[in-house]
T-cell receptor, first 114, second 110 residues
Framework: GAGVSQSPSNKVTEKGKDVELRCDPI?????LYWYRQSLGQGLEFLIYFQGNSAPDKSGLPSDRFSAERTGGSVSTLTIQRTQQEDSAVYLC????????????FGQGTRLTVV | RKEVEQDPGPFNVPEGATVAFNCTYSNSASQSFFWYRQDCRKEPKLLMS???SGNEDGRFTAQLNRASQYISLLIRDSKLSDSATYLC???????????FGDGTTLTVKP
C-alpha cells in the first residue's frame, strides 16, 4: 500500500489476555518504530527495527512486551497478560534506510484493556 | 536527561499572534532535524525539515542552532487551524534512529 498500515484500528481486550498488533510499513522502508501514546501525552518510544534486528528496544516497558519483524517488512507487537495501564494508542512509523528522512506514521491501534 | 526536550506548553495565543517553540537535543552528533504536527487523535505528520541555514514555508520558519543544540519553530499570523501539538524530531543519534520530543501544545483562540 501507499502508506503505513496498522491493524486492528481498535482493540478492546480483557485484563490478562494477550494481544497482537500489526504494522505494515511502506514498501522499501527498512527502519520501523513502535511508539505508545496515552491520552494527552507525548510519544513514548518502545522499539526500533533496522531490517529484522532491533538495535534499540530500550523503551519496552516490561517483559510482557515483545516485538518482532520478519522479512524486513511486517512487524508484530505482542503484549502478554494485558493490564489496564497498557491502554493507549500504539503507533508504528517507518523510514528509509540510510536516509535521514521523514518518518511516516500509521493511524495507530487504540488498545483498551477492561 | 531526555535526548530531545520541549516545553510542553500549553501555549494559548490569539489569532494573528506570532508564537515560537524551542526544542533542545543532547547529542551533538545529531544529523537531521524535523518538526511534526499532530492533531488531536491523529497520527503525527511532517510539517517541515530544519536546514542548517534555516528555512521558511509560508508562515512557518524553522531554525537550527548547532552550537547551542536547539531547533526552533516560529509561526507568524497564527490561524485557528494551527491549533495542534508540535513535535520536534532529531535523527542520527543512534544508527539512524529518530527521536521524538514530547511535543508542545498550541491553542489559537479567536
Amino acid at each position: 500500500g501507499a502508506g503505513v498500515s496498522q491493524s486492528p484500528s481498535n482493540k478492546v481486550t480483557e485484563k490478562g489476555k494477550d494481544v497482537e498488533l500489526r504494522c505494515d510499513p511502506i514498501s522499501g522502508h527498512t527502519a520501523l518504530y513502535w511508539y505508545r501514546q496515552s491520552l494527552g501525552q507525548g510519544l513514548e518510544f518502545l522499539i526500533y527495527f533496522q531490517g529484522n534486528s532491533a538495535p534499540d528496544k530500550s523503551g519496552l516497558p516490561s517483559d510482557r512486551f515483545s516485538a518482532e519483524r520478519t522479512g524486513g517488512s511486517v512487524s508484530t507487537l505482542t503484549i502478554q497478560r494485558t493490564q489496564q495501564e497498557d491502554s493507549a494508542v500504539y503507533l508504528c512509523a517507518s523510514t528509509k534506510q540510510g536516509e535521514l528522512t521523514e518518518a511516516f506514521f500509521g493511524q495507530g491501534t487504540r488498545l483498551t484493556v477492561v | 536527561r531526555k535526548e530531545v526536550e520541549q516545553d510542553p506548553g500549553p501555549f494559548n495565543v490569539p489569532e494573528g499572534a506570532t508564537v515560537a517553540f524551542n526544542c533542545t537535543y543532547s547529542n551533538s552528533a545529531s544529523q537531521s532535524f524535523f518538526w511534526y504536527r499532530q492533531d488531536c487523535r491523529k497520527e503525527p505528520k511532517l510539517l517541515m525539515s530544519v536546514y542548517s541555514s534555516g528555512n521558511e514555508d509560508g508562515r512557518f520558519t524553522a531554525q537550527l542552532n548547532r552550537a547551542s543544540q536547539y531547533i526552533s519553530l516560529l509561526i507568524r499570523d497564527s490561524k485557528l487551524s494551527d491549533s495542534a501539538t508540535y513535535l520536534c524530531v532529531v535523527t542520527g543519534t543512534n544508527a539512524g534512529k529518530s527521536t521524538f520530543g514530547d511535543g508542545t501544545t498550541l491553542t489559537v483562540k479567536p
